[in-house]
């Protein structure tokens, strides 16, 4: 972690965004886990029109209209996410959490709906911190350049939100850019901009390690639980196969755990 902050206690608001594809959903599928683990209640939201985050946790609200709608109605993808504000109302009544799985391309959208309901003076008036994670992808240079975008639209609209660079070493570690690269140009201006700021490294879980669980709808509390040989039947892999994907992924877990729990008030994780 680049940066020591002191933890903030539950509950908060919890954003997860970025223009381009770069891990949101596998750190927001760990962000409700992590709550849950820690008994705490969330409302949990995504603007993914893959819906993933609902195949994982399952209990999300869809956020995105029908696309077919939107070009006859303008106004209908504004107010499609009006029911985040009335959350906001309902969490801060009863101390509950809220946790945003942004789709790809959205944030421009996104963005402009918190600024036009004042959603960061209403934040605050909630007494509800919002922190928001940007994954990104150092190797590719439009996801760098995606992130400042996010990073600069979020500052603009939500200045009192702590903001969480998180780099997504599924994208390759950054010691590998080659000096002068497009990649290289993006990554050094992404750094400049966000100097300062808490930046957490998301080691990366190959995909064949992952892939098996997310497709099958099984989230980290209850990969990490399952029995070898049940899982092997679920999945369609050998006993061993799983075993060394449950390695992997408690790896990951517990990795992350170590560093989220420096951001928000985490306790119960397995650091």
Do not use: C
């Not at 928001?132 to 996010?150: N, Q």
């Not at 879980?205 to 892939?211: G, L, M, N, V």
């Not at 399952?226 to 050998?238: G, I, Y």
Request: proline content about 6%.
């Amino acid at each position: 972690m680049s940066k020591k902050i002191h933890p903030l206690l539950l509950p908060v608001i919890l954003f997860v965004l970025s223009q381009k594809t770069a891990g949101k959903t596998v750190l927001s599928t760990l962000l409700a886990d992590l709550l849950a683990l820690n008994r705490a209640q969330f409302l949990a939201f995504q603007t993914d029109d893959q819906r993933r985050l609902s195949h994982l946790i399952g209990n999300v609200v869809d956020l995105r209209p029908d696309p077919g709608l939107v070009a006859a109605d303008g106004t209908l993808l504004m107010r499609a996410l009006t029911p985040l504000h009335t959350a906001g109302i309902k969490a801060a009544t009863e101390r509950t959490s809220i946790l945003v799985d942004g789709g790809a391309h959205e944030v421009e959208s996104f963005t402009n709906f918190l600024r036009d309901v004042g959603f960061a003076e209403d934040a605050a008036q909630w007494k509800l911190p919002i922190v928001t994670f940007v994954p990104f992808l150092p190797l590719d240079s439009e996801s760098s350049r995606s992130a400042a975008f996010t990073v600069e639209r979020m500052t603009e609209v939500v200045p009192g939100a702590r903001i969480v660079l998180v780099e997504n070493r599924f994208g390759g570690d950054p010691t590998r850019i080659v000096a002068g690269s497009p990649a290289d140009e993006e990554h050094q201006k992404l750094l400049r901009a966000t100097k300062g700021m808490t930046r957490i490294v998301m080691p990366e879980i190959p995909r064949e390690y992952w892939a098996p669980w997310e497709g099958a709808g099984i989230r980290f509390l209850k990969a990490l639980a399952m029995d070898p040989t049940e899982a092997s039947q679920v999945l369609h892999r050998s006993v061993a196969e799983v075993k060394i994907s449950k390695s992997a992924l408690a790896r990951f877990w517990r990795t992350m755990h170590q560093q989220l729990s420096e951001i928000v008030e985490l306790p119960e994780g397995g650091r």
